[in-house]
């Protein structure tokens, strides 16, 4: 059973002429990680801001765990049910790598020391040892960053993580670890995890493969 699904799902950008998606429909399915694929500009980056909930389709629509994204409340959408990786990690630069785990508990209402522990739980889980907990992003190398990019994303307890080239600043060493960590969230807690890349081996990584051309989503 699907826990995302996109239906006839259109999208014109506010006063353009021009679709950027056309009637784009797919099931994306908890325990599975899914690429998609596509040239610059093809709409890749604008489908995964309408899976967020971050923009609105011109027709069709979203609907998560059986519910129209029309009929949600969108904030407790994206701070409940779906995650972001970013690839410039988007960390505030005044937080700590802990800090930066912790806020989207306490944005929850979690207790400051329970979220304190569970980032800490979290960061080692991820491969960041407890040295690098107290550090400032810029103190950190770029793979060090993104662990605590999908520390934070998993922090939420949303099921569903949207990842935008995730591995894109990332040597080959860096980007084998963190796909290592997205499968064993996939793999281990049935997550269901959704990789924007121009990457193919991180597209042949994944279970299914989608490829976005002339503003529609093909099953590779």
């Known amino acids: 059973m699907s826990i995302l699904s996109i239906e006839n799902l259109s999208y014109t950008y ?8 056309r009637e784009v429909n797919a099931e994306f399915e908890a325990g599975k990680m899914y690429a998609i694929t596509g040239p610059s500009g093809s709409g890749k980056s604008t489908l995964l801001s309408l899976l967020a909930g971050m923009e609105t389709p011109t027709e069709g629509g979203i609907v998560c765990e059986g519910e129209s994204l029309a009929d949600m409340d969108l904030d407790a959408y994206r701070r409940e049910k779906i995650a972001f990786v970013f690839q410039a990690y988007q960390l505030l630069p005044l937080l700590t790598a802990r800090e930066n785990v912790c806020l989207p508990m306490e944005m ?14 979290l960061l080692l889980s991820v491969g960041l040892p407890d040295t690098l907990h107290k550090r400032f992003p810029g103190n950190l190398s770029g793979g060090e960053q993104q662990r605590v990019g999908i520390a934070r994303s998993l922090a939420s307890g ?17 980007t084998a670890a963190i796909m290592a960590l997205l499968r064993k969230q996939v793999t281990d807690k049935g997550y269901c995890v959704i990789i924007v890349t121009h990457d193919p081996e ?8 989608y490829r976005m051309l002339g503003g529609t989503l093909i099953a590779s």
Request: charged content about 25%.
């Open 108 to 121: 929850q209402g979690t207790p400051v020391g329970e979220a304190s522990e569970r980032a800490d739980a």
């Open 202 to 209: 991180v597209a042949a990584a994944c279970d299914v493969q």
């Open 158 to 174: 949303a099921k569903v993580i949207l990842a935008d080239e995730p591995t894109g600043n990332l040597d080959d060493e860096n």
């Open 14 to 21: 506010p006063g353009g002429q021009k679709a950027v998606l």
